[in-house]
């Protein structure tokens, strides 16, 4: 936990998010991912062993869109929650979260610079979220999509280990080796849960559908966030406070998203990868699904649709994130 001056930064980093947030289209207020994939249409297509790994990508694809569109509503949301806690109301509130962000931060930028002493400083205090994945749950994943026995997935942890490790671990405790327990980092595959980012050694679509769903069930603590102001630096009471408390309603939402972002953003490095694998071998792969190559094409071609849309949901959530992370000063 760490605390921070950051009352010059809160000025510079709304003017930046101003900028930032314009450049963002296409998420709404609130919302839904809507991929068009449907997993379970196209009949009986999962028999098989492609087919089967096929409909782990696209289930994979209904998740990551969904995923995507839900954290960019919370961002969204939280900004909406600032507003409120300022006094905004009515159409200052409604549409694209780039409109709603970019309007609250101009009225938080205002209500500081009027009520807080020009050079005074904001005394944060900030407790990062952390977030865990679940890699055994990944390897049944990949498993049960490879037609393997879980054993037979391996799957490397970049980021801390905790678990068993089948290599050399380092850091905080544990020895390795075969099956040797770690608390580290660990230089091998790692059976456990994953402090940071996780890559699943298998077949492009069964690993694109173990990482989703190891980062998007991944589990994370809350983050701990207050500000407050020096003494004798306030102007006006009343406006600071609520500026001051709609930080700490809105800032700490923003930051458990901003958690999530780096391995939700990696397992979509790879989700998107495979899906412009697919695009690329559309016609040839729903041909070899005979009866169902039209639905199976449509299916493809849906998925590698989502994939525009995925990215600018991020984009604007990890810009937001950033602009609110260096308002707070605690990047």
């Given amino acids: 936990m ?17 900028l930032a947030l314009t450049a963002c289209p296409g998420a709404k207020i609130p919302g839904r991912g809507g991929s068009g994939v449907d997993p379970n249409t196209c009949g009986n297509y999962a028999a098989t062993d492609a087919g089967r790994k096929l409909k782990a990508f696209l289930e994979a694809t209904v ?18 929650i600032m507003g409120r806690g300022l006094g905004m109301a009515g159409p200052e509130l409604e549409g694209q979260p780039k409109d709603v962000c970019a309007r609250v931060y101009g009225r938080l930028n205002d209500d ?3 009520s807080i002493k020009a050079g005074a400083k904001l005394n944060v205090v900030y407790k990062p979220a952390v977030c865990t994945l679940d890699l ?15 054993a037979d997935i391996s799957m490397t942890c970049s980021g801390t280990c905790s ?16 099956g040797g327990q770690c608390d580290g980092v660990c230089e091998g595959t790692c059976r456990g849960s994953c402090e940071g980012t996780a890559e699943v050694d298998a077949s492009a679509q069964c690993r694109a559908q173990a990482e989703v769903n190891a980062s998007v069930d991944m589990r994370c603590t809350e983050p701990e966030f207050s500000v407050d102001v020096e003494a004798g630096a306030v102007v006006d ?23 999530r972002l780096k391995p939700f953003g990696s397992a979509v490095k790879t989700w998107a990868r495979t899906a ?25 071609k849906a998925a590698v649709d989502a994939v525009a849309r995925v990215n600018v949901n991020i984009e604007v959530s990890v810009e937001v994130s950033a602009s609110a992370s260096a308002s707070a000063g605690t990047n």
């Fill in 276 to 300: 412009g694998e697919l695009g690329a071998a559309g016609r040839d792969l729903a041909n070899s699904f005979k009866d169902q190559a039209l639905c199976i094409s449509g299916q493809i």
């Fill in 163 to 178: 678990g068993t490790c089948e290599g050399t671990c380092k850091g905080k405790a544990g020895t390795g080796g075969s």
């Fill in 63 to 80: 998740k990551v869109d969904a995923e995507a569109q839900r954290l960019v509503n919370i961002v969204g949301e939280s900004c909406a």
């Fill in 2 to 18: 760490r605390t921070l001056p950051s009352r010059s930064l809160v000025m510079a980093a709304c003017a930046a998010a101003l």
């Fill in 112 to 114: 500081l610079k009027v």
């Fill in 237 to 259: 009471a009343s406006k600071a406070e609520k500026a001051l408390s709609a930080m700490r309603k809105g800032f700490p939402k923003i930051f458990s998203v901003q958690a």
């Fill in 136 to 150: 055994q749950a990944s390897a049944r994943a990949a498993a049960q999509c490879e037609a393997k026995a879980e």
